[in-house]
């Protein structure tokens, strides 16, 4: 099983949608959570970082759920410049190292 | 306040020969990692420097060394070039938690 597995998608959207992506995770003494953002041939950037409690940040919420090892993120009313590739990331307790998943690619079409 | 800097932009080297890669962190940041990203995947972490030492250590074998200055910059070297080398290298800097990229060089062996 890999450590960090999400749906490679491509998501296309209308603009205006709410999308949805989802990500699980192999280890269960992982600490943190992000959600990272990579457009076409850049590098990655930090999205938000992702609470137990869940947390919203305008049009993006991201929620985690520990007892099922799986994290989310939600975009409402998407814009034509979130089409990047959504990369879910992780930490393992005692580790410095980010684990990324192989990222879900978004497209959001006029 | 200049971000993550990486030198060259982009290289090409034949299978065999050796590269060194160049990382100057984000002001006032004390960390460097650095992860491979091949096409379609996810970044994979190398390893992570710290107090000029190698704090970690991801999968990847001995070909792969590094070097941080007492400037906090540092260096990634790769000897005995394989095809399968060719990919975007990124570094990292980071003070706490999160970890802000550079934009990464591109190297293409043949």
């Known amino acids: 099983r890999k450590e960090v597995e999400q749906d490679p998608g491509p998501f296309n959207v209308p603009e205006g949608a709410t999308v949805a992506f989802n990500c699980t995770y192999s280890n269960s003494a992982s600490q943190s959570f992000f959600w990272y953002r990579q457009d076409c041939r850049k590098e990655p950037k930090l999205l938000m970082s992702v609470y137990s409690s869940g947390n919203e940040d305008g049009r993006f919420t991201a929620q985690l759920n520990r007892a099922s090892q799986y994290i989310s993120l939600l975009i409402r009313d998407s814009k034509l410049s979130d089409s990047a590739t959504y990369l879910c990331?992780?930490?393992?307790?005692?580790?410095?190292?980010?684990?990324f998943g192989k990222g879900t690619k978004l497209s959001v079409i006029p | 306040d200049a971000g993550v800097t990486q030198s060259p932009t982009h290289l090409i080297k034949t299978r065999g020969q050796q590269v060194t890669l160049r990382c100057s962190p984000k002001?006032?940041?004390?960390?460097v990692s650095w992860y491979q990203q091949a096409l379609g995947q996810g970044p994979q972490f190398i390893f992570q420097?710290?107090?000029?030492?190698?704090?970690q250590r991801g999968n990847f074998p001995d070909r792969f060394s590094g070097h941080q200055f007492p400037n906090y910059s540092s260096e990634l070297n790769v000897n005995a070039l394989l095809l399968g080398d060719s990919a975007l290298y990124l570094c990292?800097?980071?003070?706490?938690?999160?970890?802000?990229f550079g934009p990464g060089t591109r190297l293409l062996v043949l």
């Open positions: 990331v992780v930490r393992g307790a005692g580790s410095y190292q980010l684990t």
């Open positions: 002001s006032g940041h004390d960390t």
């Open positions: 990292a800097s980071s003070f706490a938690e999160t970890q802000y």
């Open positions: 420097y710290y107090e000029e030492e190698e704090r």
